[in-house]
């Protein structure tokens, strides 16, 4: 079974920028359109952002829009997402999976995630 490593969270101050990554197992990688999931604190599991299987185009929530970039390299097997100007609300377990914008409802196999904290 294919398995996802998330990496990269910390504690950051309002407006500072962070670089997660999802490391995947397995040699299928680059056929999977993958996203970023993040489950803040008391709240249930949100679709943060979605890209192509190529990288060719890239989506996202409209309250990361301008702030957050998806990016993969599929040589490496890794699953990228830029983070800048973060904000309080950002504050979330940050997960990546091979699901689209609803699919990840339906998912059962998370990984550990990384926390990402923002705060003054």
């Known amino acids: 079974q294919v398995q996802f490593v998330e990496s990269g969270g910390g504690l950051v101050q309002p407006g500072g920028s962070l670089r997660l990554s999802c490391a995947a197992s397995?040699?299928?990688?680059?056929?999977?359109?993958m996203s970023w999931v993040r489950r803040a604190p008391g709240k249930g599991l949100e679709w943060v952002a979605g890209?192509?299987?190529?990288?060719?185009?890239?989506y996202y929530t409209d309250s990361v829009k301008g702030r957050f970039t998806i990016s993969r390299d599929n040589a490496k097997n890794t699953l990228y997402l830029q983070m800048n100007n973060l904000k309080s609300d950002d504050t979330a377990t940050y997960y990546c999976?091979?699901?689209?914008?609803?699919?990840?409802?339906?998912?059962?196999?998370w990984g550990q995630g990384t926390q990402v904290t923002v705060s003054s």
């Open positions: 890209i192509w299987r190529d990288g060719s185009r890239q």
């Open positions: 397995g040699s299928a990688f680059s056929t999977y359109y």
């Open positions: 999976a091979p699901v689209g914008r609803s699919g990840y409802k339906e998912y059962e196999y």
